[in-house]
T-cell receptor, first 112, second 114 residues
Framework: GENVEQHPSTLSVQEGDSAVIKCTYS??????FPWYKQELGKGPQLIID?????GEKKDQRIAVTLNKTAKHFSLHITETQPEDSAVYFC???????????FGKGTRLSVIA | EPEVTQTPSHQVTQMGQEVILRCVPI?????FYWYRQILGQKVEFLVS????????KSEIFDDQFSVERPDGSNFTLKIRSTKLEDSAMYFC????????????FGEGSRLTVL
C-alpha cells in the first residue's frame, strides 16, 4: 500500500521568512496530494491540494509543487505569520473512495 | 458553511467498556470515514463507508470496531470493549461525489481509556 514520509517533523522560522515542508510517497498510482493544517484541538483542514496532471499550484502565500517522477511533493509558505503556526500534514490518494494516507506531520512554529 | 459535527468532544471510559462516537456529516456527502490520531502521531485511516456498507478498512479496524449509519444522518463508530491503546483522537470525515473531492474533517472526539 501507499506510504507517505514527511520532513521535517518540526520547523521554526522567523516571521516573514519562508517555510518548506517535503513529502515523498511510494505508490505511483496516487494522483491526489492534499495538504492539511491542524490547529490545536481541531480537526485537519484542507489548505491546498494538487493533482498529478499539474506540477505546481499557488494560492496567495501558499504553493505546492509535485514531482511525479521522483514521487515527492512540497508545501511552500512565504511571508510566514504567527497564525501559520500549526501542524501540517501531507497526504496522498488516488481516484474514487480510496482513503488518504497521511504523513506524520510537521509542527511549524512562526516566531514573531 | 456546512461542517462535520462530532460528539462527544471528550469521553473518558474504563478499559473494557463500550464506547460510541457520533458524527453528523455534511448532508450532501456520500463517502464517510473514520480516522484516528494517537497523541502526537499521524492521522491513521480506520474505515470508509459508502452506500450503507463498509468499503474499506485498515488493520486497526478489528472485530472490536463497528460502524453504522442507522438513520441516514448520524454516522457512528462503536468500540465494543475498549483497550488502553484505543486512547486517541477520533476524526470523522466525509466527501461528496467527486472522485478526489475535498475531505472534510470534524473537530474530533478525544477518547481516554483508563
Amino acid at each position: 500500500g501507499e506510504n507517505v514520509e514527511q520532513h521535517p517533523s518540526t520547523l521554526s522560522v522567523q516571521e516573514g521568512d519562508s517555510a518548506v515542508i517535503k513529502c515523498t510517497y511510494s505508490d505511483s498510482a496516487s494522483n491526489y496530494f492534499p495538504w492539511y493544517k491542524q490547529e490545536l484541538g481541531k480537526g485537519p483542514q484542507l489548505i491546498i491540494d494538487i493533482r498529478s496532471n499539474v506540477g505546481e499550484k499557488k494560492d496567495q502565500r501558499i504553493a505546492v509543487t509535485l514531482n511525479k517522477t521522483a514521487k515527492h511533493f512540497s508545501l511552500h509558505i512565504t511571508e510566514t505569520q504567527p497564525e501559520d503556526s500549526a501542524v501540517y500534514f501531507c497526504a496522498a490518494g488516488s481516484s474514487g473512495n480510496t482513503p488518504l494516507v497521511f504523513g506524520k506531520g510537521t509542527r511549524l512554529s512562526v516566531i514573531a | 458553511e456546512p461542517e462535520v459535527t462530532q460528539t462527544p468532544s471528550h469521553q473518558v471510559t474504563q478499559m473494557g467498556q463500550e464506547v460510541i462516537l457520533r458524527c453528523v456529516p455534511i448532508s450532501n456527502h456520500l463517502y464517510f470515514y473514520w480516522y484516528r490520531q494517537i497523541l502526537g502521531q499521524k492521522v491513521e485511516f480506520l474505515v470508509s463507508f459508502y452506500n450503507n456498507e463498509i468499503s474499506e478498512k485498515s488493520e486497526i479496524f478489528d472485530d472490536q470496531f463497528s460502524v453504522e449509519r442507522p438513520d441516514g444522518s448520524n454516522f457512528t463508530l462503536k468500540i465494543r470493549s475498549t483497550k488502553l491503546e484505543d486512547s486517541a483522537m477520533y476524526f470523522c470525515a466525509g466527501k461528496g461525489a467527486a472522485p478526489t473531492g475535498e475531505l472534510f474533517f470534524g473537530e474530533g472526539s478525544r477518547l481516554t481509556v483508563l
